[in-house]
């Protein structure tokens, strides 16, 4: 059974950085995409980064590019996404998905897979 369970959300600061993991369970992350998404009150969810099974490569939406960085640690079956000078738009609920085969994806309608979510929340 495939389980995701994300952690590392919390209240911070502008500026200040956070670590999300998405740790999976039931099936190895080297042959799952792996995507990140979040949705802020009353938004809809938004993909912000994925992680391609194929060739490790990455994307980011233009909002977060140069502050967020996801990764995996393949031995303890995890992805990450690191988050550096979070601004109070970043705010919102952080989901990860996954999904089996190749490529990369931001859609939400791709995903088979997710996870609960991890709240995050940026303010002063």
């Known amino acids: 059974q495939v389980q995701l369970v994300e952690s590392g959300g919390g209240l911070v600061q502008p500026g200040d950085s956070l670590r999300l993991s998405c740790a999976a369970s039931?099936?190895?992350?080297?042959?799952?995409?792996i995507g990140w998404f979040r949705q802020a009150p009353g938004k809809e969810r938004e993909g912000i980064s994925c992680?391609?099974?194929?060739?490790?490569?990455?994307y980011y939406i233009d909002a977060v590019k140069g502050r967020f960085t996801i990764s995996r640690d393949n031995a303890k079956n995890t992805v990450y996404l690191q988050m550096n000078s979070l601004k109070p738009e970043d705010t919102g609920v952080y989901y990860c998905?996954?999904?089996?085969?190749?490529?990369?994806?931001?859609?939400?309608?791709?995903?088979?897979?997710w996870g609960q979510g991890t709240q995050v929340t940026v303010s002063s």
């Open positions: 039931g099936f190895s992350i080297p042959y799952y995409v």
């Open positions: 998905a996954a999904l089996e085969g190749y490529g990369c994806y931001v859609s939400a309608s791709e995903y088979d897979d």
């Open positions: 992680f391609s099974s194929s060739d490790g490569s990455t």
